[in-house]
């Protein structure tokens, strides 16, 4: 089963910054299988990034993704006030059995 | 556009049961697969369960195997999450996730707002 470990666990940072948000997997993942939902206070997750490195639709173009093997990485380019919130990358187990498993998650908290 | 609005949470004590709902619309809901997800308070996402898009496959996380039971009506556009055996660990927030598989891109893109599952004497 894999395991997906975010770092760090809290970022603070100030709106216009950027923020770079890492997810590292426990063994090799299809990068297809990879994506990011951020999570907003009192809100529900919304899907930010799919296949390791495309935008969902509506979301701005300040949201990037990489990565590939283990190591993901989500950038914000320059953090917007609504930005601040929670980030999980979450994982697809497989077409056979579409578990999904998440990160502990990354807060972006305004410093 | 895509609404999936879930129903059927509340106060519940250990050892009862629940039935969660889950009302679909803006997509052709037979032809997605369905999972629930829940979160426990101030806690992260925890998968609970995923249901083929016919209905002929379900499968469960762990901590919910034998108790849970996932079920959809494609009629009626609607997910179920059958809960017994219920115990304050089960307390959270449950949401309804539409699964997706398109171009090699295997995810989840659209949750509902949630329903909250309080167990609790």
């Known amino acids: 089963e894999i395991v997906l470990t975010q770092s760090p666990g809290t970022l603070s940072l100030s709106p216009g910054e950027g923020a770079t948000l890492s997810c590292r997997a426990s063994?090799?993942?299809?990068?297809?299988?990879l994506a990011w939902h951020q999570q907003r206070p009192g809100q529900a997750p919304r899907l930010l990034i799919y296949?390791?490195?495309n935008r969902a639709t509506g979301i701005p173009d300040r949201f990037s993704g990489s990565g590939s093997g283990t190591d993901f990485t989500l950038t914000i380019s320059r953090l917007e006030p609504e930005d601040f919130a929670v980030y999980y990358c979450?994982?697809?187990?497989?077409?056979?059995?579409?578990?999904?498993?998440f990160g502990g998650g990354t807060k972006v908290e305004i410093k | 556009q895509v609404q999936l609005v879930e129903s059927g949470g509340g106060v519940v004590q250990p050892g009862g049961s629940l039935r969660l709902s889950c009302a679909a619309s803006?997509?052709?809901?037979?032809?997605?697969?369905m999972h629930w997800v829940r979160q426990a308070p101030g806690k992260g996402l925890e998968w609970v369960a995923v249901?083929?898009?016919?209905?002929?496959?379900?499968y469960y996380g762990d901590s919910v195997k034998g108790r849970f039971a996932i079920s959809r009506d494609n009629s009626e556009n609607t997910l179920y999450l059958q809960m017994s055996s219920l115990s304050a660990e089960d307390t959270a927030l449950y949401f309804c996730?539409?699964?997706?598989?398109?171009?090699?891109?295997?995810?989840?893109?659209?949750w509902g707002r949630g329903t909250l599952v309080t167990v609790s004497s």
């Open positions: 996730v539409k699964d997706i598989w398109d171009r090699g891109n295997y995810y989840v893109d659209y």
């Open positions: 803006g997509f052709t809901f037979s032809n997605y697969g």
């Open positions: 249901i083929w898009k016919d209905g002929s496959k379900k």
């Open positions: 063994q090799t993942v299809n990068s297809g299988y």
């Open positions: 296949g390791g490195s």
């Open positions: 979450q994982h697809y187990g497989s077409t056979s059995l579409p578990r999904l498993t």
